[in-house]
């Protein structure tokens, strides 16, 4: 199916976007000659960018359809990718993670209503295989900039190559995914309707930022997580990052399959618990490899969350893609401030400390919340063109 095959590429996308530049990081700082609590606040600019565009991604998406908002935003953040090789100064760094940011932010919403489209119109769970494909985007942009600075080619280069390549295939696979138009004008009862929808709203702003607390520490500090339980080398310590996200990994790749088996809701809190589970071991059990294994199962269970929410979102405030919008804002909130919540809380009491009280404490949020059951609306959905 044509529709299928241009959505996994938009994720693949723009999976290989962000990663295709952090691993010259390093370069990235030696050159604007930044010390590394400058470097820092300069990155949060990405965060700032996705946080305020998330507010309003809803609204746009329903104005301009999910498709065109998917193309135009997937390019734009492309051709805005190799500007970070040239920024001069670490002020205009910030400025283009900001845009790059704000642009991921609208692009998220966008694709993934097309992919929650296809979804209804298919009858069954496939979002998680879509995330499956974000992720190996993720690595495969990792491992193109790393072979390319192992080669000596210079940044700019390799984004400019990067940037075309992405674009090239965002135009091309664009014109198969699913025509969409604005959403309609809601009718006065369905404007009521909306009224209603702010609690849902609350409730997925509030969701997005747990699972966000949840996932982010025991990817992002895995490595760090290890050091600071065992005597490893670097390179052993890296394997936490793996281990976590291979468990993401494989776990997208069966989670549909897991949630058309017990339902959408029962696999979203299952996987939380996982997660608790996964985080508790890696962080109390006495061996490395122990640990490994505990953050390989934070990763199965941290697998489906996302795409799970990201449907019952969907489904809250049918007819408009805002539910969508609070959940991506409340994420983006969560991921702005995991790292320094844990950096606080390490600081005091150890890494392992820190990704054990914020990742577990919210992956037990979010496998005891309920959420809130759809809002009915009588304002039509966004026409979908059915598929050829």
Known sequence: ????????????????????????????QARLEVSDAALGLTLVGSGVGGLAASAW???????????????????????????????PVAAAM?????????????TDVAMNAQAVALQRRM????????????????VTGGLVASRAAAADIGMGTQLAATALVLTLTTLVSGRSLLPTGPAPRPLDDARVARRNERLPLVALFTVGAAIALAEQPPNEWAALFMLDRFDLSAGAAALGFVATAGGMLLGRLGGDHVADRFGLERTRRLGAATAVIGVVAAATLPSALLAWVGLFVAGLGLATLFPLVFLAASELTR??????????????????????????IAGRAGVATGVLVVAGCAGLVVSLVTLPRPVEQLAHDPAVTPLA
């Open 1 to 28: 199916m044509a529709a299928r095959r241009a959505i996994a590429v938009v994720f693949f996308v723009n999976g290989a976007t962000f990663s295709s530049w952090l691993p010259r990081l390093p370069e990235l």
């Open 57 to 87: 991604s809803g609204w746009f998406v329903d104005q301009r359809g999910s498709r065109n908002v998917t193309i135009a935003t997937s390019v734009a953040l492309s051709l805005v990718l190799p500007l970070l090789a040239i920024a």
């Open 94 to 106: 910030f400025a283009v993670l900001v845009v790059l940011g704000g642009l991921d932010g609208l």
């Open 123 to 138: 009858g069954r769970s496939i979002l998680s295989r879509f995330h499956a494909l974000w992720s190996l985007g993720a």
């Open 319 to 344: 007819g408009s893609h805002r539910g969508m919008a609070a959940f991506s804002s409340g994420a983006r909130l969560g991921f702005l401030v995991a790292s320094p919540l844990v950096g606080v």
